[in-house]
């Protein structure tokens, strides 16, 4: 069974910083691509960033510069860095686990940015 579980969400202040994790289970999470996505009140899931299981990185605009996605095989865990935290970026973080067809979801955590 998979399992992505993520942690790290919460209340922050505009110009902070917080960390993201999401620790995988029962996937080839070495041979998967990992991503974060959100989703804001009333408006639709987005792509925050992405990463391949080459180590290769897609980032949305709107976090380019700020977020830094990552990842460690060992744990099984890929983490969001995220710095200078704007108001525009609260929403409900979700990881996702892609290999070949198939895709997996966490359950979100809740991103919080004050201003």
């Known amino acids: 069974q998979v399992q992505l579980v993520e942690s790290g969400g919460g209340l922050v202040q505009a110009g902070g910083s917080l960390r993201l994790s999401c620790a995988a289970s029962g996937i080839a999470f070495s041979a998967s691509s990992m991503g974060w996505y959100r989703q804001a009140p009333g408006k639709q899931r987005e792509l925050v960033a992405t990463i391949t299981s080459g180590d290769s990185t897609v980032y949305t605009d709107s976090v380019k510069g700020r977020f830094t996605i990552s990842r460690d095989n060992a744990k099984n865990t890929v983490y969001l860095l995220m710095n200078s935290l704007k108001p525009e970026d609260t929403g409900v973080y979700y990881c996702?686990?892609?290999?070949?067809?198939?895709?997996?979801w966490g359950q979100g955590t809740q991103v919080t940015v004050s201003s």
């Open positions: 996702n686990a892609a290999r070949w067809s198939y895709n997996w």
